[in-house]
């Protein structure tokens, strides 16, 4: 849905006034102008109003849940689209055939090597790290589309225009997703502990504010440009889009309401929970949600008016149920198309989310059940990154066909085939064989695929770095069982769990007091303190150092309580209420009572 990536290449440029007069056109529409504000413009505030109703009526973890299951019914239409469309698929053959088979190899291959092993299926996730990084390039590509549709009408020089809205959206958008406080830290930690991948630095308080302050002052300078700009066209009459600036107002509003904390968000919840005491408090999780429902709904929206229009034109779709579907349309057909989106994405995701516990599948120890949850993962992987995949190259605007099939070839239209790089995309045909496409493919897909593969598997050889926790409770244990492996393991137990305490502090900085991060944190404390303890056990030095890690795991899981997010048990993953955290600290304090006087 993006313009040519040489449209967009570069902002500095000479601006030159036509000298011709310039008829100013009415405002298109992608749907209808009421469609429009309803299903493309106004969407992140229904979706917001959705995702504080369904958290007021249902809970935090049926928001998440009812996103899941939508946003994987999201990938359906982009399929639809290219069966149905005759031409599409003739000019993409091998591309569009071939594409999924190397993500959906390498997916079981990784879920093979886990069934296997014995492994939990849940490392599987360390391959969603690819569409997690990938997945807000995918966003902003998309709202960067519509800018560029409403902005057809535009005469100014398309690659000034196409700059500063590819400008104004892009840094905002990366500002944003730097102030939401999560979204990177969280990326680089998971980085850290999945796959054993550090980048010096990035989780470090210091360094993430800078890039937030540059970030900002990046953005701002870049808004006065484009006010500067909108001057300059109203000045030589070139038409200035206020459904793209709407457009932008509304997305990123929300998106700042629901990323980024602030007292407005914190007021809302404030109001509500007068009514509604139980309701949970904001967070990421939620704003990802409300976002990723704006997109998901934009989506379905555009697809669904390209297969009205595709199916209209004289032998441009596929002849049987496509055309007769789309062609007759009606609110039956509508609702037929949502219900069948919604089938696809519930079946690949197992259903909605936490909520009917599609865990249990990931705990059986049955060899069938797991292959069929790791199939069901490896499907879902594919079809997530082949959505983002085919996006990128069947919905250029530059396309004639796009064009067509969105109804923006008019007399007045700025987007013509003499202005455009490229007419069609049969201009250059390179469908190439099967074997130059997979080989193309290869180095497109595999090179991201490997990079997360090998070093998961790279870092499950080292244990104590893979899970310090796990590596520290194995070696407490062995003090009894075994003392000469105990006296093996102590020190490369106390070094793991000293740096992922290190990297727990940054995140609880970054993140303004984590809940789960300070659970985190208690733990590893109150286990440094007993190997401290058991690999001197008549040192009274030793007595008082592991008395003062006690004391740190108590403080930091009376933090935890007052603290937003969820807390749970670092062993058994099991969520912590207040009742158990406040057991656990009793349990500690008696520890400590045992230790006075030693020291």
């Not at 404030?270 to 999780?285: M, N, Q, T, V």
């Not at 080989?439 to 598997?457: K, N």
């Not at 690999?535 to 403080?555: G, L, M, T």
């Amino acid at each position: 849905m993006h313009e040519e990536s040489g449209v967009t290449r570069g902002l500095g440029m000479t601006i030159a006034a036509r000298s011709e007069p310039i008829d100013t056109p009415r405002q298109n529409w992608i749907l209808t102008a009421g469609g429009d504000w309803f299903w493309i413009i106004g969407t992140p505030i229904l979706a917001l109003v959705w995702a504080l109703l369904t958290l007021v009526l249902l809970g935090p973890v049926w928001v998440i849940s009812i996103f899941v299951v939508l946003n994987a019914s999201h990938h359906l239409p982009t399929f639809l689209r290219i069966y149905g469309d005759k031409d599409l698929f003739e000019r993409f053959r091998w591309s569009l055939v071939l594409g999924p088979v190397l993500p959906f190899c390498f997916a079981m291959v990784v879920v093979a090597f886990l069934v296997s092993s014995g492994r939990s299926l849940n490392d599987f996730l360390v391959l969603t790290l690819i569409t997690t990084i990938w997945d807000p390039w995918h966003f902003l590509m998309q709202h960067y589309g519509f800018m560029r549709i409403y902005d057809r009408h535009n005469h100014a020089p398309r690659r000034i225009a196409a700059r500063m809205d590819l400008a104004l959206c892009g840094s905002w958008f990366v500002y944003l997703m730097l102030a939401a406080l999560e979204w990177l830290p969280n990326l680089m930690y998971e980085l850290v502990n999945q796959c054993g991948i550090w980048l010096p630095g990035l989780i470090d308080i210091s360094l993430f504010g800078l890039l937030h302050d540059i970030f900002l002052v990046v953005a701002l300078a870049v808004t006065f440009g484009y006010l500067y700009y909108l001057t300059w066209c109203r000045r030589h009459g070139y038409f200035i889009s206020h459904a793209k600036l709407a457009l932008m107002l509304v997305t990123f509003g929300v998106m700042y309401l629901t990323y980024v904390p602030n007292g407005m968000m914190e007021g809302i919840i404030h109001s509500l929970r007068r009514w509604y005491p139980g309701i949970s408090e904001w967070g990421f999780a939620m704003g990802f949600a409300t976002i990723g429902m704006v997109h998901v709904t934009q989506y379905l929206a555009i697809v669904w008016k390209y297969n009205r229009s595709l199916a209209r034109r004289p032998g441009a779709a596929r002849s049987g149920w496509f055309l007769r579907s789309f062609t007759h349309g009606g609110l039956a057909v509508i609702l037929l198309y949502v219900v069948f989106c919604l089938f696809y994405g519930f079946l690949i995701t197992w259903g909605p989310g936490d909520v009917l516990h599609p865990d249990w599948l990931m705990n059986q120890d049955a060899v069938a059940v797991k292959w069929m949850a790791g199939t069901l993962a490896a499907v879902m992987f594919t079809s997530t990154i082949m959505h983002y995949y085919y996006d990128g190259f069947i919905w250029k605007i530059r396309h004639r066909e796009n064009r067509q099939n969105l109804e923006m070839e008019d007399a007045s239209s700025a987007i013509t085939q003499s202005q455009a790089r490229s007419g069609s995309w049969w201009d250059n045909d390179k469908r190439g064989s099967p074997r130059h496409t997979l080989l193309r493919q290869a180095v497109y897909f595999l090179p991201p695929i490997l990079f997360v593969v090998v070093s998961y598997f790279l870092a499950i050889q080292d244990e104590v770095s893979r899970d310090p926790l796990t590596y520290a409770r194995e070696t407490i244990i062995a003090y009894e069982e075994d003392p000469a492996r105990f006296q093996d393991r102590v020190e490369p137990a106390l070094g793991g769990l000293d740096r992922q305490m290190q990297i727990e502090l940054q995140m609880v900085e970054l993140r303004k007091e984590d809940a789960d991060h300070l659970v985190k944190l208690a733990f590893m404390h109150n286990f440094y303190g007993r190997l401290v303890v058991r690999r001197d056990p008549d040192n009274p030095a030793a007595i008082k150092a592991c008395y003062q890690h006690y004391q740190q795991s108590v403080q930091f899981l009376e933090r935890a309580i007052t603290s937003p997010g969820d807390r749970y048990h670092p062993e058994t993953e099991e969520p912590l209420d207040e009742d158990q955290v406040h057991a656990i600290q009793s349990f500690w304090r008696n520890q400590m009572r045992g230790m006075e006087g030693q020291f």
